[in-house]
């Protein structure tokens, strides 16, 4: 597993919390339809972009973009 593909696995580690809060807005999209991740021209995984991000909670933007850059490798 490379480095991009351990950063979205710990990332996706905690947005299962994440998502129990976002369970509580009783939204009727998945959260991870609020996201995708932008890549560099090589492929490595650059940033977190909010594709839908109104109708998304500020306070679950915010700790998306928390567990995003915690979780992110020393490289």
Known sequence: ???DEQWIAAF???VK??????????KSKNLSDYY????D???????LHF???HG???KIEEAL???????KPAR
Do not use: V
């Open 1 to 3: 597993m490379n480095d």
């Open 12 to 14: 996706n580690e905690r």
């Open 17 to 26: 919390a994440i998502q129990i809060e976002f369970d509580a807005f009783l």
């Open 36 to 39: 995708d991740f932008h890549r």
């Open 41 to 47: 021209e090589n492929g490595h995984l650059l940033s």
């Open 51 to 53: 594709t839908q991000a």
């Open 56 to 58: 998304l909670p500020r």
């Open 65 to 71: 973009t928390e567990a995003f850059i915690k979780t």
